[in-house]
């Protein structure tokens, strides 16, 4: 594409006018590819650092959630090139989902994007490719513990294809529902964070309670405390291309969206922490890394539309009631092990409703083109209506399919998920990968009582009853012993 005197980038496809392109927007939008790629390992350092420390149980599950993060990425990446990207974005889609105009990528190179016509489609492609992979790795961690690692790879494919694809077709293809209707989700809120989170909450239900539930063995306690904060660290960083890359330019309305991106992760952090303060009396860096990422979470919907003072109350909003939303499951009785229900979902809907209240037209403004009617605040009350039928519908929707795939999959030979009671025992390192995170490791080990004195193990205090802890350093690796036997 030669430059014009302008500095512009031109694109003249033959028997097409000349499509002219803003090097300046190409290169930030291809930052924020790489700012949100690097997001994808760090929400797997995150969960990683987040399973239970419990018996040493995390340390014989914590290389999953990390190895889980970088394969989500290949299939995803796959499946995007597949026919991902052309079910989201073919200029030919229906209301609900795309068709097959651009399978394997045909005809996406140089003409102008869907999304922006001053980005050629490549660039908007492989930027969107970045969502479509983090989007299953926010769901996949409530498989921690307890699921074999290969059904979890064709799950992402399928997932990828029957949820996320219809959903971000609804809401960012000029076709779709949810934007012909006047929906406003700047980077994500039902696309990535209600559909992942309401599919955690579905997963959590078809496994069923890890074993130990209800016992001080499930007492929580992240295992790693510095991977949380990485993992953090990671998240926050990328989230400035999350959110500041869906402009989709390097303008005005990026810098605003990345302000109020940092804002409310400020606020969502310092807020749960306090609250967690209330309870404990201590200064919880999982307290802060938890609000901050629910912050961020809220944000993300509302980042090209809001002001800074509405970030302020995103971040409190988000920060208060995910925190209380942790304690859905004790009421309803499920396992969401690393509560991505709590924190994804209610997060979604929470910044979902405020983007309908405090959407402004002039921020939306500051690209110099886009135009809107705005929320609550520009005085347009129908703005709420349509962000709640659009968080029940990705809610809806989301939860339905995702327990339509676990239950096919449940019975196709070779794809059942749940792994049996000896492999959440031994652990998900050993007996699915055989590496494990760290030189040493811990394995528990069922025992009769009569046969403690044969392993000489010392029992647990307040395990239960028979679970001893036997720890070996991985140099000399485990020896090879069927359960219960001497």
């Keep these: 594409m030669p430059l014009t005197s302008a500095g512009s980038m031109n694109a003249h496809p033959p028997g097409e006018d ?3 392109y803003s090097p300046g927007d190409i290169a930030w939008v291809l930052a924020s590819t790489a700012l949100v790629w690097i997001m994808i390992p760090g929400l797997g350092y995150f969960y990683s650092g987040l399973l239970r420390r419990v018996f040493s149980t995390a340390r014989k599950n914590a290389l999953t959630m990390i190895y889980l993060s970088v394969v989500t990425l290949a299939v995803a990446s796959f499946q995007w090139f597949f026919w991902g990207f052309s079910l989201t974005f073919s200029d030919t889609a229906s209301a ?3 068709d097959l105009q651009h399978f394997g990528l045909r005809g996406v190179l140089e003409k102008p994007s869907i999304g922006s016509t001053k980005i050629p489609s490549i660039v908007f492609c492989v930027y969107q490719l970045m969502f479509a992979a983090i989007t299953p790795m926010i ?4 498989f921690a513990e307890r699921a074999h690692l ?3 790879t064709v799950f992402v494919f399928v997932w990828s294809t029957l949820v996320y694809d219809p959903i971000a077709c609804w809401t960012w293809n000029s076709n779709g529902w949810t ?3 006047g929906g406003l989700d700047f980077a994500g809120g039902t696309p990535v964070h209600i559909s992942s989170g309401t599919a955690a909450l579905a997963i959590s239900i078809y496994l069923g309670k890890r074993r130990g539930y209800g016992t001080q063995a499930l007492a929580y306690k992240p295992h790693n405390t510095t991977y949380v904060v990485l993992g953090t660290v990671m998240l926050w960083f990328g989230w400035f291309g999350f959110n500041g890359g869906s402009a ?5 309305r990026a810098a605003q969206a990345c302000i109020v ?3 409310a992760a400020s606020v969502g952090g310092l807020t749960w922490m306090f609250w967690d303060y209330r309870i404990e009396r201590k200064w919880s860096a999982v307290g802060f890394c938890s609000g901050a990422i629910a912050g961020l979470v809220a944000i993300t919907p509302g980042s090209g539309f809001v002001g800074a003072p509405a970030a302020v109350l995103f971040g409190f909003m988000a920060g208060t009631l995910c925190n209380f939303a942790t304690q859905l499951k004790f009421l309803a009785g499920y396992d969401d092990a690393l509560d991505i229900f709590a924190s994804h979902a209610i997060g979604g809907i929470v ?4 983007t309908a209240l405090f959407a402004q037209a002039s921020i939306a403004g500051f690209d110099g083109f886009t135009d809107i009617p705005g929320g609550w605040l520009d005085r347009n009350w129908i703005q709420l209506g349509y962000h709640v039928a659009d968080s029940v519908a990705g809610i809806g929707y989301s939860f339905v399919m995702t327990t339509i795939i676990l239950w096919i999959m449940h019975y196709v030979p070779g794809m059942r998920l749940r792994v049996s009671e000896d492999t959440e025992i031994i652990g998900l390192d050993e007996v699915e990968m055989g590496e494990f995170a760290y030189d040493y490791v811990g394995l528990e080990t069922e025992l009769k009582p009569a046969q403690a004195d044969a392993f000489n193990v010392t029992p647990v205090p307040g395990g239960e009853p028979g679970l001893e802890l036997q720890e070996r350093t991985s140099e000399n690796h485990y020896e090879k012993r069927s359960l219960g036997s001497p």
């Excluded at 769901?139 to 409530?142: N, R």
């Excluded at 910044?351 to 405020?354: A, E």
């Design 96 to 98: 609900f989902i795309g």
């Design 351 to 354: 910044g979902n409703i405020l």
């Design 18 to 20: 000349t499509a002219v």
């Design 139 to 142: 769901a996949i961690g409530a």
């Design 179 to 181: 934007f012909v209707l």
């Design 261 to 263: 991106t940092n804002l």
């Design 248 to 252: 989709l330019a390097a303008n005005l």
């Design 150 to 152: 290969g059904p979890i």
